[in-house]
């Protein structure tokens, strides 16, 4: 998975939204105490540097070398290159001891993961019982109804044969994925709970540079086959101009889950 991203790491870390304070302000409403914050395949930095403010500590780790040299620097983040799995010596090592985190956090990145395997280590590193795992995702930017159409054909056509099968968790809004926690205080479920959104001001050329960001874009390409052909643009080009406004906001509704690890 690393490697996918390695090519484009720059342009993900200018492509991708930034995620809404409100979501930041929930999580941290749900942990007892705000000390240590693993955020596991930080990429560039986006939620770490958003729970740094409000934890006192932020260990965010990642298994690519590239996304981590585009991360955000912030004093109280300590950034950790991690291989893809590691041994129980390993993440203590790496990043923290036994009942020692707060909160785990994974945004847009659990559909990747190993799922037994890292659900192991964060039962092994949360506090117990209220420590918290919290995991979010979001899909393709909503723009209108114009350059909606274009991207639902592009995607469903073009895309499609390229799009690794684990994108079906995502696009089930991580419904399905297995997420073996208990509710947090105030909740009677583990979500996904939607009342999120992000929102970004994007140009033609920034919702295009999103595209080529994701990774059925980089298997594609890896493959000798450029999606984004002359036809293509073409077809973005005149969908996105015929409102007449060069600049629009595009939402990207949130997807939650989040648990406490118990006793």
Request: proline letters at 6%; aromatic letters at 12%.
């Amino acid at each position: 998975m690393a490697d996918m991203f390695v090519k484009q790491a720059k342009q993900y870390a200018e492509a991708r939204p930034n995620y809404p304070e409100e979501l930041f302000k929930f999580i941290a409403s749900k942990t007892p105490k705000h000390e240590l914050v693993w955020d596991v395949g930080t990429g560039s930095g986006q939620a770490a540097a958003s729970l740094a403010p409000i934890y006192k500590n932020v260990i965010a780790t990642d298994t690519s070398p590239k996304q981590l040299e585009f991360a955000i620097k912030l004093p109280n983040i300590r950034y950790q290159l991690t291989p893809p799995t590691m041994s129980i010596t390993e993440l203590e090592q790496n990043v923290a001891t036994q009942s020692s985190v707060d909160l785990v956090t994974i945004a847009t990145a659990l559909h990747w993961f190993d799922l037994p395997q890292f659900y192991k280590q964060v039962k092994w590193v949360l506090k117990k019982p209220n420590g918290v795992i919290a995991a979010w995702t979001y899909y393709w930017p909503e723009i209108n109804e114009s350059v909606d159409a274009v991207f639902k054909s592009f995607h469903s056509v073009d895309y499609e044969p390229f799009r690794e099968p684990q994108h079906k968790l995502v696009e089930n809004k991580y419904m399905s994925i297995d997420f073996p926690f208990e509710p947090v205080d105030g909740v009677d479920n583990t979500g996904p709970f939607d009342q999120f959104v992000l929102e970004k001001l994007m140009d033609l050329d920034d919702y295009l540079t999103f595209i080529r960001s994701s990774s059925g874009y980089q298997t594609a390409k890896n493959r000798g086959v450029e999606l984004l052909t002359d036809n293509m643009m073409e077809k973005f080009k005149v969908a996105w101009n015929s409102d007449g406004q060069s600049k629009k906001v595009a939402r990207f509704p949130v997807y939650l889950r989040i648990g406490k690890v118990g006793n």
